[in-house]
């Protein structure tokens, strides 16, 4: 009786456990562009919370978005972005995703299709944690554990720790454009928006395209010499006592 029951126990766990080695549903394996033309806007008016809408309200580039010293995007904006190629590399067990923008490193997003649960303490990061699972031909990804600092948009949207992206994956058959990645984002976050924001995403099938190494942190680096280079050469002509 003991050994039937135990039997049955393995053979159900047999069932649930990923399958190691198993073709997913879907390969999104490969490199696509995003498609800027086809992007769905934000909506006229998002649903902020009122500490959201001052945050955003009072919103400047030059100080509040890290990407203008050279910080990464982070998630979710990596993959709302519209100028930057995406590279993915796909397992049955795991996605990565790579994205290389003219900011300070290539952006890498690892997705975990092996069943595993999202931790319940994540340590708050650029990329997040991200889990993923199939429904049909969709891969369903829920990522939490974003840094608050990490803005969703360069107008500003800002978001909170509570923040939960869910994104859902699949890839379409498009007449004009070919092979095409759509990634449907719906943004949850009961601090910053009184409900929960949605938007879209495409890709096109881009074989041939290439990342290109980045100069910003290069711009960063010269400017620096440049201002030692000044100081260096303001020294000699300040007046006795330091200028007082």
């Known amino acids: 009786m003991r050994a039937a029951g135990w039997f049955m126990a393995v053979a ?3 069932c649930h456990a ?24 934000w909506p006229a008016t998002l649903p902020l919370a009122p500490v959201a809408r001052r945050f955003m309200e009072g919103f400047d580039p030059t100080a509040s978005d890290p990407t203008t010293l050279c910080m990464p995007f982070g998630t979710p904006r990596n ?14 067990q795991r996605l990565v995703m790579m994205i290389q923008p003219n900011l300070a490193n290539a952006e890498v997003r690892r997705i975990w299709l092996d069943g595993r649960e999202l931790p319940a303490a994540p340590e708050p990061s650029w990329f997040g944690t991200s889990r993923g699972h199939w429904e049909g031909q969709t891969l ?21 720790g509570q923040l939960r992206v869910i994104e859902r994956l ?13 990634d449907d984002v719906e943004l949850h976050d009961p601090q910053a928006y009184t409900q ?49």
């Open 196 to 244: 929960p924001i949605r938007t879209r995403r495409y890709y096109s099938w881009a074989p041939q395209a290439r990342a290109r190494d980045s100069n910003c942190v290069d711009a960063l680096w010269i400017d620096k010499l440049w201002r030692d280079r000044l100081q260096e050469h303001a020294a000699p002509v300040l007046p006795a006592g330091g200028g007082k």
């Open 140 to 160: 369903v990804v829920e990522t939490v554990g974003m840094r608050e600092d990490a803005i969703v948009s360069d107008n500003g949207l800002p978001h909170s």
């Open 79 to 92: 993959m709302l972005q519209t100028d930057y190629p995406l590279e993915i590399a796909q397992t049955p």
């Open 170 to 182: 699949r890839v379409a058959s498009d007449a004009g454009r070919g092979k095409v990645l759509i």
């Open 18 to 41: 990923p399958v190691q080695g198993a073709a997913p549903p879907t390969d999104f394996s490969g490199t696509w562009l995003p498609d800027a033309q086809r992007a769905e806007r």
């Open 12 to 14: 159900l766990f047999a």
